[in-house]
């Protein structure tokens, strides 16, 4: 196997996605903080308490 290089400036390994959408008056933030810990749990195996927005 190659052996990997260090880099004195890497590039950017991380990005912020903005999803915008207008969602119907019955879904409330309490089921928004549900789907954000879901897939926090999906993606990272864990979710960090203050990664959670709250309001």
């Known amino acids: 196997m190659q052996e990997r290089k260090h880099y004195s400036r ?3 390994t991380e990005a912020l996605i903005d999803i915008q959408v207008q969602l119907p008056q019955e879904v409330k933030l309490d089921i928004l ?3 954000y810990s879901s897939i926090c749990k999906i ?5 960090l308490p203050s ?3 709250r309001f």
């Open 43 to 47: 993606i990272y195996a864990r979710c």
């Open 51 to 53: 990664s959670i927005p």
């Open 10 to 12: 890497t590039p950017i």
């Open 33 to 35: 903080v549900q789907v």
